[in-house]
């Protein structure tokens, strides 16, 4: 079956770094996507790793390791408006998402 | 003026009741999906569209169907409003000449049944 692993919720503070860990098992893979949720709103494009390495855009870096069906979402310099659920969803062979549950992020001052 | 949007954003209805969500999008794109979000669950596919002609069924596609009227268009009905599809619902387009396939969602629907 298909599975995504995310943790339920982490908290961090203000200014700080946080990494975010997903985990997916996927009838074969085409990429992965991470989006930004805050509470109530649509989810937001953040990143997409078709390849193994590390993807970086401003504050926010992706990583991707295919073979370990790992990755990760690192945010530095954390700021208050970034208290959002943060989804992982992988792109399965039919270039379908699946979704991950999401990673409810608490940032406190 | 929001690129991908929704009406209604919010709705009470009744067990029973037929309710449709509409989905209307400026931004040009071929693809068009229609998910519902429950707390502690991912986002579930229920229906999806690659053009006007082409209709699919998602993950939980029973007791939903869709009509897509033009290639901005793409609602979703419950013909007979049951409670356990009180959930909040996206609507979402993607370029199908997008190198990614990045989704670009609607505000959301919550739509709540008694």
């Known amino acids: 079956g298909q599975n995504i692993d995310q943790p339920t919720e982490m908290t961090a503070t203000e200014g700080a770094i946080v990494q975010i860990n997903c985990t997916y098992q996927?009838?074969?893979?085409?990429?992965l996507f991470w989006y930004q949720q805050h509470a109530g709103e649509a989810p937001t494009f953040l990143s997409y790793?078709?390849l193994d390495g590390l993807e970086e855009k401003g504050r926010f870096s992706s990583f991707l390791s295919r073979s370990k069906g790992y990755s990760y979402l690192l945010l530095k310099e954390l700021q208050m408006k970034d208290s959002a659920s943060y989804l992982c969803a992988p792109l399965d062979s039919n270039y379908q998402l699946i979704w991950g549950a999401g990673t409810k992020l608490i940032i406190k001052p | 003026d929001a690129d991908v949007t929704q009406t209604p954003r919010n709705r009470i209805t009744k067990t029973g009741k037929r309710i449709m969500l509409e989905c209307s999008q400026t931004k040009g794109h071929d693809r068009m999906y229609w998910y519902r979000q429950d707390p502690g669950l991912g986002l579930r596919l229920i229906y999806y569209s690659f053009d006007v002609k082409d209709i699919n069924k998602g993950e939980i596609s029973d007791g939903y169907s869709v009509s897509r009227q033009a290639q901005a268009k793409f609602s979703l009905s419950l013909e007979s409003a049951i409670p356990n599809q009180t959930a909040l619902y996206f609507c979402a387009t993607s370029a199908m000449e997008s190198d990614t396939g990045e989704l670009f969602f609607g505000e959301g629907s919550r739509l709540t049944v008694l």
């Open positions: 996927t009838s074969g893979f085409n990429g």
């Open positions: 790793n078709v």
